[in-house]
C-alpha cells in the first residue's frame, strides 16, 4: 500500500462538531469521513482518479469460518 498523505485542516469548530458527531453515527474516526466525504464528492463530480487506492479496511478482522 502507497504512503499515506498528511493534510493540516482548519475547520470551524462548529464544521468540526458536525463532522465528528456524523462520524460517530457512522462508527468512522473524523479522519475517516472526511475521506469518505471527499472520495464520494470527486466520484460525483467525475474527478476520482483511476490510480486511487481503496479506502484501507479498520478495525478486527472477520474471523474464517471453521
Given at each position: 500500500?502507497?504512503?499515506?498523505?498528511?493534510?493540516?485542516?482548519r475547520?470551524?469548530?462548529?464544521?468540526?462538531?458536525?463532522?465528528?458527531?456524523?462520524?460517530?453515527?457512522?462508527?468512522?474516526?473524523?479522519?475517516?469521513?472526511?475521506?469518505?466525504?471527499?472520495?464520494?464528492?470527486?466520484?460525483?463530480?467525475?474527478?476520482?482518479?483511476?490510480?486511487?487506492?481503496?479506502?484501507?479496511?479498520?478495525?478486527?478482522?472477520?474471523?474464517?469460518d471453521?
Amino acid at each position: 500500500m502507497p504512503e499515506r498523505k498528511s493534510v493540516l485542516l482548519r475547520l470551524d469548530p462548529a464544521v468540526h462538531d458536525a463532522l465528528a458527531r456524523w462520524a460517530n453515527d457512522e462508527l468512522r474516526s473524523t479522519n475517516a469521513q472526511i475521506e469518505f466525504l471527499l472520495r464520494r464528492a470527486l466520484a460525483d463530480a467525475g474527478r476520482m482518479p483511476d490510480e486511487a487506492g481503496r479506502i484501507p479496511k479498520r478495525g478486527r478482522p472477520r474471523k474464517a469460518d471453521e
